[in-house]
T-cell receptor, first 111, second 115 residues
Framework: LAKTTQPISMDSYEGQEVNITCSHNNIATNDYITWYQQFPSQGPRFIIQGYKTKVTNEVASLFIPADRKSSTLSLPRVSLSDTAVYYCLVGGNTGGFKTIFGAGTRLFVKA | GAGVSQTPSNKVTEKGKYVELRCDPI?????LYWYRQSLGQGPEFLIYFQGTGAADDSGLPNDRFFAVRPEGSVSTLKIQRTERGDSAVYLCASSGTSGGGGEQFFGPGTRLTVL
């Protein structure tokens, strides 16, 4: 299983774009990159998943360079309600089922 | 539609007691995961079910922990002879995709406190 490394915490202000980068140097060919968001006293919530290049949905974009050794979650125009912990996961649809969450990145959005 | 539900939401027990934690996954989801989360940490994988069978139980910390899913829907996590170190939030997730890459839908968790 590929290990991931993320910043422990980040601060931002309302209305700014926030980019959280995750390193996964040992990513395997079949691995996907998935990001989850977790608020206090709640279970994690799926944000976005990608394999390569760029993926965009209604809440975020995920940028994956050609070597796939890192990925960047981009949150456009954050609000106070985006204050949460963000987890980067790497795993595949074949072979292992174990899902490894790291410590995540604590994002604090200030007014 | 209904999401993943977990009962009880809170459980306080004494050291040495037996506890059962229940997870009701989203209807039709064949994949089910259990995690344990301590304060300030990410969720720690415990066990994965595909249907009725445990496809990966490598995260169970020791033989005091056991989980079942007899009919391929509801799952129960069982902890024998609880210890204070077992105190944590126990999360359940289900997925409509088998394997490790599909989106997981998490329940609100059960907060277990062992006195």
């Amino acid at each position: 299983l590929a290990k991931t490394t993320q910043p422990i915490s980040m601060d931002s202000y309302e209305g700014q774009e926030v980019n959280i980068t995750c390193s996964h140097n040992n990513i395997a060919t079949n691995d996907y990159i998935t990001w989850y968001q977790q608020f206090p006293s709640q279970g994690p919530r799926f944000i976005i998943q990608g394999y390569k290049t760029k993926v965009t949905n209604e809440v975020a974009s995920l940028f994956i360079p050609a070597d796939r050794k890192s990925s960047t979650l981009s949150l456009p125009r954050v609000s106070l309600s985006d204050t949460a912990v963000y987890y980067c996961l790497v795993g595949g649809n074949t072979g292992g089922f174990k899902t490894i969450f790291g410590a995540g990145t604590r994002l604090f959005v200030k007014a | 539609g209904a999401g993943v539900s977990q009962t009880p939401s809170n459980k306080v027990t004494e050291k040495g007691k037996y506890v059962e934690l229940r997870c009701d996954p989203i209807s039709g989801h064949t994949a089910l995961y259990w995690y344990r989360q301590s304060l300030g940490q990410g969720p720690e994988f415990l066990i994965y079910f595909q249907g009725t069978g445990a496809a990966d139980d490598s995260g169970l910390p020791n033989d005091r922990f056991f989980a079942v899913r007899p009919e391929g829907s509801v799952s129960t996590l069982k902890i024998q002879r609880t210890e204070r170190g077992d105190s944590a939030v126990y999360l359940c997730a289900s997925s409509g995709t088998s394997g490790g890459g599909g989106e997981q839908f998490f329940g609100p968790g059960t907060r277990l406190t062992v006195l």
